[in-house]
């Protein structure tokens, strides 16, 4: 598909990401980029309400839209918001498309490394942010961050500007959201500032280890904090205990593990630290409705790729 010179109307450049979109997506479910931390997304139908677990990354809608609800906060992201997450959180979400009206995304893998320098760089010329620190924010998609968007689609869709200008265009996507209208508060939860910090160290060890036998003592330790005000502070940022938190990201991995690699419900137990079969068994089908057999079923029925369901939803195991 052609670049085009100039980016146009709003509404004309909504209209040509969505076609390009439309061209990067020929399958329904997850599909891969030139870039490694970059997937497209396309949904035929509506998803009803799910938990979900997030990695730290960058969700852009170009049609359709998602919900997100974490406590009584809803999440809104569509052609005209998109989700920034910082930190993995456990929340539940929900998509409404159609096979007339797809719902199709990007979404983009954090590269801490990407936004560590472009922060320092910011921060040099307009001070630390002082805004609250927050893991995840829905904000309304801002023009020059659609045409930083529009620039990188065209550049998609051929395989020298993929390679060549790929990077720079990602980095320039991460620029607008980082000095947009809640870049203060993405700044200040990426680089730990001051109890959503602590917090963050314990919930990187959880997703270090969370396959090992870990409780809450150790975890405020990680924090530097005692165990009450760890567990006050945690659920600040996350709005769940650090229990239900450590046994939500298992579970999440015990279902990749079996849909990715084919493991039975027995095996991934086992894999993601769980002692009891019956124990896991229970808590599975008490957080995602189903049991491991029938949820893995519905998730390979439902989506073309049988890898995973929505990339953007799922912490890796990295």
């Known amino acids: 598909m052609p670049t085009s010179p100039a980016p146009g109307t709003p509404a004309e450049v909504r209209r040509r990401m969505v076609a390009l979109l439309a061209a990067l997506t020929p399958l329904e479910?997850?599909?891969?980029?030139?870039?490694?931390?970059v997937r497209f997304l396309r949904s035929n139908r509506p998803l009803k309400r799910m938990p979900v677990l997030y990695e730290p990354g960058?969700?852009?809608?170009?049609q359709g839209r998602k919900r997100g609800y974490l406590g009584s906060d809803v999440y809104l992201y569509d052609a005209q918001h998109y989700l920034a997450v910082a930190v993995p959180v456990p929340f539940s979400m929900e998509t409404d498309?159609?096979?007339?009206?797809?719902?199709?995304?990007?979404?983009?893998?954090?590269?801490?490394?990407?936004?560590?320098?472009?922060?320092m760089q910011i921060d040099d010329r307009v001070g630390p942010s002082i805004a609250r620190p927050r893991g995840m924010v829905s904000t309304p998609m801002e023009s020059a961050l659609a045409v930083s968007v529009l620039r990188f689609l065209e550049a998609m869709h051929d395989p020298l500007e993929a390679e060549v200008l790929g990077p720079s265009l990602v980095r320039e996507i991460y620029f607008r959201v980082l000095t947009g209208q809640q870049g203060g508060t993405m700044r200040a939860a990426l680089t730990l500032q001051g109890q959503f910090g602590k917090i963050s160290r314990a919930i990187s060890m959880i997703h270090r280890s969370y396959d090992e036998a870990l409780g809450i003592e150790q975890l405020a330790k990680e924090a530097g904090m005692s165990v009450p005000t760890f567990h006050a502070h945690f659920k600040t940022v996350t709005d769940t205990s650090p229990m239900q938190y450590l046994k939500s990201t298992r579970l999440h991995q015990a279902r990749l593990l079996m849909l990715r690699n084919g493991m039975t419900a027995g095996a991934a137990c086992a894999q993601v630290g769980y002692e009891s079969a019956s124990q896991f068994s229970r808590e599975f089908k008490r957080l995602f409705g189903r049991t491991p057999v029938d949820e893995v079923e519905r998730m390979r029925k439902s989506f073309a790729l049988p890898p995973q369901e929505d990339g953007a939803q799922f912490v890796s195991s990295h």
């Open 97 to 119: 498309a159609s096979e007339k009206e797809p719902m199709l995304a990007i979404y983009l893998r954090l590269d801490f490394k990407v936004a560590a320098e472009l922060m």
């Open 58 to 62: 960058i969700v852009i809608v170009a």
């Open 29 to 37: 479910g997850y599909n891969l980029s030139p870039l490694a931390d």
